[in-house]
């Protein structure tokens, strides 16, 4: 799942840049595909060789992505019925099969995740 999450949600800012300080005004724009993340992981889970990649931390937006994309690959039936955001650092998300989903894109839901990150909603 690390290498999933590290290739899927990889982003880049600015000119291409992989960090940025958190008052950057560009938006987010993914640095690899959904597809490839997948077929990455697959190969990593398959071979003995090492991957290295990087864990991160769920921010409200990033579970709300997570489980999407989770869904668009087919690995699970769930989708966001239900979202409510309390305090800082604590969420509640209802999962069900006929679910709404979060009824924002992949792109918008990315730029959510900077913001959050940047108020410390970590």
């Known amino acids: 799942m690390a290498v999933l999450t590290s290739v899927a949600y990889d ?3 600015g000119c291409g840049a992989i960090g940025w300080l ?3 005004a560009r938006p987010p724009v993914f640095a690899g595909k959904l597809d490839k993340a997948m077929k990455l992981a697959e190969h990593a889970r398959a071979s ?3 991957v ?3 864990c991160w931390r769920f921010v ?3 579970f709300r992505l997570l489980i999407e994309d989770l869904r668009a690959l087919g690995m699970t ?3 966001e019925a239900a979202f409510r955001h309390h305090g800082t650092h604590e969420f509640f998300v209802a ?5 709404a989903g979060p009824g924002l894109g992949r792109d918008k839901l990315a730029g959510l995740i900077a913001y959050e990150v940047a108020m410390g909603r970590i």
């Open 60 to 62: 409200p937006s990033s």
């Open 52 to 54: 290295d990649v990087h």
């Open 48 to 50: 003995p060789e090492y």
């Open 77 to 79: 039936t769930l989708r």
């Open 95 to 99: 999962l069900s099969a006929d679910g």
């Open 11 to 13: 982003v880049l800012r």
């Open 22 to 24: 958190p008052q950057e």
